[in-house]
């Protein structure tokens, strides 16, 4: 696997392709190894995301949530919905400040294409994709990889300094 580390310690704008075998095992080893960083997390609520970081964790969560639940420690940002485009673009400004040299880890593309239609999205993450280099941060976008996501990396792939392909683990029996 990709060393998730590596992908992290630049300031690239990385299109991060995640097959769902590995996908909550990938997403658990950014947990690990982000700090300083802001995670966009859109798949879990705040009640399942804000328990996997330390209560001296460096980085910002913007999770959906109640904006009125207390987690001791943890800078965490309740959103509405994934739908909200302004509120997540919004809450990212906010984080960044927290930050000189932050590093936006999002999860996931693919959930935002459920909830938002794919021109909206493709002016969303081209703005937020510009807005992390004029500010001279990196990005990673996670996307499920499967046939429908194969099919946007074209409209996508153009905003970013790279795409990297995670591939399955293969299962050995014996």
């Known amino acids: ?3 998730l580390v590596d992908v992290m310690k630049d300031k690239k704008n990385i299109l991060l392709l995640v097959p769902p075998t590995i996908y909550q095992k990938t997403m658990n080893s950014f947990y690990s190894v982000a700090d300083s960083s802001i995670i966009v997390s859109l798949n879990k609520p705040s009640d399942l995301i804000i328990p996997n970081f330390p209560k001296e964790s460096k ?3 913007i999770c959906i949530g109640n904006r009125n639940e207390n987690f001791e420690g943890n800078n965490k ?5 994934p739908n909200g485009l302004s509120e997540i673009s919004i809450s990212i400004s906010q984080a960044t400040r927290v930050f000189s040299n932050p590093k936006l880890i999002f999860d996931s593309l693919s959930t935002l294409l459920v909830y938002n239609q794919l021109d909206v999205v493709l002016k969303f993450v081209h703005f937020i994709v510009s ?4 500010l001279n941060y990196g990005t990673v976008f996670i996307m499920v990889k499967d046939s429908e996501s194969e099919k946007m990396i074209p409209k996508f792939g153009a ?8 591939k399955d683990e293969v299962k050995k029996n014996g």
């Open 131 to 134: 807005k992390a280099r004029l």
């Open 1 to 3: 696997m990709v060393e």
């Open 77 to 81: 940002i309740c959103i509405q919905s």
């Open 159 to 166: 905003f970013f300094d790279e795409i990297v392909y995670l």
């Open 59 to 61: 980085n910002v969560v």
